[in-house]
């Protein structure tokens, strides 16, 4: 029992000393203490809740090396880093290095030089390493990224099946510990049994992270709709996922071309290309990421503000798992993904064209295939769903909240409830009349009664249901037979041509003894409405609703610092301190050791390397007054005249008095320009940023503007009509770095006054 004590006081004081944090996270302790006891132990834990923690806490306090199996490299790379700096002995060995660096560190290990090495699987295969490992005190092995040993988890290694045989061949067993953030109940069986468990220490966290807001958009125009949001979050950092190469290059050529610090990353760019791309990522030199699913695995970057999905992904885990690189760091951050009806015939083709193991029989790649196609089905249906979003991504996983959360697009949507029983049994009495052979679109143009030569084919136009139902929309007609494929009343095949069939909750519609009731948009609810309702309302404070303005000042000051160093010791900003420390910083104002060690995040040795620096920063910033920078503060430096607030709701942009008197309009701007201009003249701790698109959605409306399509790009370009030109606005012309050439909308000092007047009128 004493020997627990001490093992447990040595975790909470190597969790202080190292990492700078109080107190372990939701299940970080039970694992951590298990592991010291000696027992084997499976965690599964969302992204960014502190799963490296429960096996470094341990490595660093049990005698002998633990090592890390992880199958990526910048993973290593980020956690080796940030292990060193943290003052723990780390190092990594996988196809990075030449054959004389893995000698030497395997040499420098056998010295009892590393607490912990990461290895990449393959590795373990090596003659060198397993005669390491033979003859040196293993004392931890940690598989990270476990769901990959499951041929049933969605990113499957063969490479990890032989983890076993590596730890059989051990002199003697040590503990195993295995990790993910993904994991339905078949994959979690699949990781204790083929990893020999005994007897572990199960936890699951569960795989809700309240600070991520969730939004399904479906754009006419995808591209338009990610320009104005990148636009709108030009100081935040992003990703951009997308689902072919051509896609991730044409997206981040047009970026860069309006103007926005982009990357891209793909498995066909060249390695050197993709290495440089993800540094400038990593060390904030380009904000923006785009690229397709070859990106983030093991990228440990905490301040990525918003992850865009501008294709659907394939599954429900590939979708959690890449959402879920917004913010690690527990600040508010979104996911939004941007749906059309070519994604899903886009994955289905990737589905079919397989990724599987030749090492599988056919009847497994069958059986895969098949699941695959289940998966893109329920990713599909969250695409539709007009309930919680958060809770169907719960709900898959198992889990369940409590049916609303707040903070996604649906539970921050105006919805009215409407029964649809009726329509629902003429659609299942039209299925089985047409004897279910027919897929959703033919189901809905029979209701329809739409003239088609398919129809007349498949003698459909006889069909006693057939123009039923021609005052309903087909949008709606399709949220219906959504609705009831996900309620599992119909159920659709996985064959390539897809066929929508009965099952038996079918005849609890058609004998009355079930009702379906979906939600639809108010009528009185418009898009800018349903818009303006999201904005803000993310679950935990931004830092704007945090800090005041000069608290906010301090912080760029604090981040201005944490740049010039990281540049200067060649890492990313985020293994200095995370943006969530620097806050703190600005709440706690430390100014001396004692209370730089009580801020979040701060262990002795990164203070002993980097303190001093930022204190003498708050000390010259704050004069050396503890003055309250923030709406909620500690109380040694409460103000006592009144309590603050600890929470302010923004305000929705307005020119003020202040901001029409000292506005000077430029010899010409660009709508970006013109509004970051703006912007920069409000106080940001009271009022929310302008959006250029809701300007320019006003300038085509008026007639300032059209739309027109372009040939050589592929897509749509606004130019000035006519009266846009007798106003000031100009088109100028821009050539691409593929030698295409395009429209930059410019607007002299005449149509800047324009758009004074119509942000007054917009926002009056």
């Known amino acids: 029992m004493i020997q627990n004590i001490d093992r447990r006081n040595q975790a909470a004081d190597t969790l202080k000393k190292y990492f700078g944090y109080d107190s372990f996270r939701n299940g970080q302790e039970e694992l951590v203490y298990s592991i010291l006891e000696g027992r084997d132990a499976l965690g599964i834990m969302p992204t960014g809740a502190g799963k490296s923690i429960c096996y470094q806490v341990p490595g660093i306090i049990m005698e002998g090396i633990t090592l890390v199996i992880s199958p990526l490299i910048s993973l290593m790379k980020d956690q080796v880093s940030a292990l060193n700096e943290a003052g723990i002995h780390a190092a990594f060995i996988n196809s990075s290095l030449s054959a004389r660096q893995v000698s030497l560190a395997l040499g420098y290990a056998r010295e009892g030089k590393y607490q912990l090495i990461y290895v990449a699987p393959e590795r373990l295969e090596t003659e060198e390493f397993l005669s390491f490992a033979q003859n040196t005190p293993i004392a931890m092995i940690a598989v990270d990224e476990a769901h990959c040993i499951s041929q049933w988890g969605q990113d499957f290694r063969p490479s990890y099946l032989k983890i076993i045989r590596f730890i059989e061949e051990l002199p003697v067993r040590p503990v195993i510990s295995a990790f993910t953030a993904t994991a339905t109940k078949e994959v979690m069986e699949d990781i204790g049994c083929i990893l020999k468990l005994q007897t572990p220490e199960v936890v699951v966290t569960g795989f809700d992270r309240e600070n991520l807001y969730y939004e399904v958009r479906s754009p006419k125009n995808k591209t338009d709709e990610v320009l104005a949001y990148v636009k709108e979050h030009l100081d935040k950092c992003g990703i951009i996922y997308c689902n072919t190469r051509n896609n991730v290059e044409e997206l981040c050529e047009l970026l860069n071309e309006q103007g926005v610090m982009a990357a891209k990353y793909h498995a066909g760019m060249p390695d050197g290309d993709r290495s440089r791309n993800q540094e400038d990522f990593i060390y904030d030199r380009r904000p923006v990421m785009v690229a397709t699913n070859a990106f983030g695995m093991g990228i440990d970057k905490s301040n990525v503000r918003y992850v865009i999905h501008y294709n659907m992904p394939k599954n429900m885990e590939s979708y959690y798992q890449e959402a879920g690189r917004a913010g690690r760091d527990g600040e508010p951050s979104e996911c939004i993904l941007m749906y059309s009806g070519k994604d899903v015939e886009i994955n289905k083709f990737l589905i079919e064209k397989g990724n599987v193991s030749e090492e599988q029989s056919g009847a497994d790649r069958d059986l895969i295939q098949e699941r695959d196609m289940e998966r893109l089905k329920k990713m599909t249906y969250y695409c539709f769903t007009r309930e919680c979003l958060r809770e169907y991504i719960l709900n898959y996983f198992g889990q369940y909240g409590e049916g609303t959360c707040g903070n996604c697009s649906n539970c921050l949507t105006e919805f009215e409830e409407t029964d649809v029983t009726e329509v629902s049994r003429d659609i299942i009495s039209c299925i089985k009349e047409s004897g279910q052979r027919y897929g959703v679109n033919v189901i809905i143009a029979t209701l329809l009664g739409r003239r088609t030569a398919k129809l007349a084919a498949n003698n459909m136009v006889n069909s006693s249901f057939y123009g039923k139902h021609s005052s309903d929309t087909e949008s709606f007609l399709k949220q219906v037979i959504n609705k009831l494929i996900i309620e599992e009343y119909l159920y659709v095949t996985n064959d390539k041509y897809a066929v929508v069939k009965l099952n038996r909750s079918s005849l609890k519609i058609s004998e009355g003894q079930a009702s379906v009731i979906i939600k ?35 912080f760029e000051l ?36 004692e209370e730089m060690l009580m801020v979040t995040g701060v262990g002795e040795n990164k203070f002993q390397k980097y303190g001093s620096g930022f204190l003498k920063a708050i000390q010259e910033f704050t004069g050396g007054s503890k003055e309250a920078l923030s709406y909620e503060q500690p109380a040694d430096i409460q103000k006592e005249e009144k309590p603050l607030k600890t929470k302010r709701t923004k305000e929705e942009f307005h020119l003020t008095e202040e901001m029409k008197a000292v506005f000077v309009p430029d010899d010409k701007v660009t709508i970006s320009q013109f509004t970051d201009k703006l912007n920069d003249m409000r106080d940001e701790a009271v009022m929310k940023r302008l959006a250029s698109v809701h300007i320019t959605t006003v300038l085509k409306e008026e007639g300032y503007l059209f739309e027109d399509y372009n040939p050589l790009l592929g897509r749509n370009e606004t130019y000035p009509t006519e009266k846009g030109q007798s106003e000031g606005i100009t088109a100028d012309s821009r050539v691409s770095g593929k030698g295409n050439e395009y429209a930059v909308i410019m607007y002299d ?8 007047d119509i942000i007054e009128r917009i926002r009056g």
């Open 558 to 593: 604090l981040r201005q610092l944490r740049t010039d160093i990281a540049r200067e010791e060649g890492m990313p900003p985020y293994i200095i301190f995370s943006d969530k420390t620097l806050t703190d910083m600005c709440v706690k104002l430390p100014l001396n050791k």
């Open 749 to 756: 000092k005449n149509a800047q006054i324009l758009l004074l």
């Open 520 to 554: 639809a948009l108010r009528a009185d609810s418009s898009d800018k409405e349903q818009g303006e309702s999201k904005s803000g309302k993310q679950k935990g404070l931004r830092r704007s609703e945090i800090l005041t303005s000069k608290g906010l000042d301090l």
